[in-house]
Structures are given as structure tokens and as C-alpha cells.
């Protein structure tokens, strides 16, 4: 089967928001040419000048909740004070929203975050501090940083949700599932563990799929097309998601386990 048959390209193009956290080969880097690609951050680190809270919240909590990944991260559970049942990723996590409510929902993980852009980790604070989470650490930079840093077999599971498509033929090279950040997403990922991955791009669905399945790291246990239209059972969207909807594009969702 085909999977680029299963869902149609998109041929948009346009500007699009911010990446969502994930590390991209330089454009003048060929996919699949063979040689390593530099290796370069994509999307703005900062917006509009942060409110007086935000500010405040960068300087008093961010160092506390950062991660290093100058060296390896050889024990994740020292990280947290409590025990968990397992640790999960979100690559991107914009706002903060979906991060700080799974954390509230689901108060046994343990749960670190990934987003280069300033004004969304200053937003996430906030959140962490008004729901009094303790389960959750950040990193303002790119999620392959943090990917390399882990152990293998650490996480329980990781989200990627609405990323910058980069709908352009020659950008499609900065989506984040490329074929090496699949390779360094399952060394890190413990047999059984969830890749959840949502986007309202036709063309990133078709694309991303045709690699999660090539890379034989993950089976993707979908039967029908329901299984990829309808969201996660305790899913309770997201503003990206939202604004799709709006402008008529229909989500899709994928879940794909660590084989």
C-alpha cells in the first residue's frame, strides 16, 4: 500500500508560523544525498516584547524547570522529585496549553517540553505556576538537543503536534520527521512508547507517514481511516488545531508505536 495514496497532497505554499521546535538539514542540503546535513534551527526566538510577568517568569523559574543538554542526561527520573511511570516529549509545545493540561491529567508521568521561541516558553511558566505542576521540565531550544541528550529507551512517548509544515517543495527538508530525527526519536524511545503526531497538512501527513513506515523503527496500528481522522480519546485540542478548523482544513492524527 501506498501511503502517500491514503491521504492527498497539498500543494500550498505560503509563510507559516514558527517552527515548532524541531532541528532542520540547511536548504542547501539535498535529502537522501548521502552526506551529513548542517544541521541549522528554523522559525523566530522571540515576538512581541514579554509582559512584566512573563519577564519575571523567565528569570525566577525557567533556570529551576531548565534541562541541560550540554552533556548527556544519564539518570532522566533525577530530574523530577517524584517518581514517575513514564516520561514524555512534546517537541514544539507553542503555548504551552496541551503540555501543562496532559501534565495536570496525568499527574504520574513526567513530562519535558521543547520550544525555541521565547515568548511561548514564558507562556508555559505561567501556566506551570498557576497549575502548581511539578511533573514537567523545559527547554528553550531544539527538541533534537534534548532527543540526543536522553538515554535510550527513556520515553514513554512523544508529541508532535501541528508543526510547521513548511508547505514549499524545496523547504518540505525542515519538517522535523526526517529520516535521521526518526532514527534518534527511537533510540530514545523505549519498545511500546506513542509518537502521537497531528497536523492539518495533507502534504506533511502523506510525507511524514511515508517515512515514520520506511524507517521500521514504528508500526502504525491504524485499520481504517477513522483511527487517523478521529483525535486521541483525551484529547482536548489545541489553538493550531482551532484555527485549522476555522479556515476549513480537517486534522489528522496519527499514533505510531515503538516497535
Known amino acids: 500500500m501506498d501511503p502517500k495514496g491514503l491521504i492527498p497532497e497539498d500543494r500550498r505554499s505560503g509563510e507559516n508560523e514558527p517552527s515548532a521546535g524541531g532541528r532542520s538539514p540547511d536548504p542547501t542540503d539535498g535529502e537522501g544525498s548521502g552526506a551529513p546535513a548542517q544541521r541549522r534551527l528554523y522559525g523566530r526566538r522571540r515576538g512581541k516584547k514579554l509582559r512584566m510577568r512573563g519577564s ?23 530530574l523530577f522529585a517524584e517518581p514517575y511511570s513514564a516520561l514524555w516529549l512534546e517537541i514544539g509545545f507553542g503555548g504551552g496549553e496541551h503540555l501543562a493540561a496532559e501534565a495536570a491529567r496525568h499527574c504520574e508521568r513526567a513530562y519535558i517540553g521543547c520550544e525555541p521561541f521565547l515568548n511561548g516558553v514564558a507562556k508555559a511558566l505561567g501556566l506551570i505556576e498557576d497549575m502548581a505542576l511539578t511533573n514537567v521540565r523545559l527547554y528553550e531550544g531544539d527538541a533534537g538537543d534534548v532527543i540526543g541528550a536522553l538515554p535510550a529507551g527513556s520515553l514513554g512517548g512523544v508529541y508532535l503536534l501541528f508543526p510547521d509544515p513548511w508547505p514549499k517543495r524545496r523547504h518540505r527538508k525542515r519538517r522535523f520527521l526526517s529520516d535521521e530525527a526518526l532514527q534518534r526519536l527511537a533510540r530514545a524511545m523505549r519498545p511500546g512508547a506513542e509518537l502521537r503526531f497531528a497536523t492539518d497538512i495533507d502534504d506533511n501527513a502523506g510525507w511524514t507517514l ?6 521500521g523503527a514504528f508500526a502504525w496500528p491504524a485499520e481504517s481511516a477513522a483511527d487517523w481522522r478521529s483525535p486521541w480519546p483525551d484529547w482536548k485540542g489545541t489553538r493550531y488545531e482551532a484555527k485549522a478548523l476555522a479556515e476549513g482544513r480537517t486534522p489528522a492524527f496519527f499514533t505510531f508505536r515503538r516497535t
Open 56 to 78: 519575571a517568569l523567565i528569570g525566577a523559574h525557567l533556570p529551576g524547570l531548565s534541562l541541560d543538554v550540554s552533556q548527556p542526561i544519564l539518570d532522566p527520573a533525577s
Open 210 to 215: 511515508a517515512r515514520v513506515l520506511r524507517s
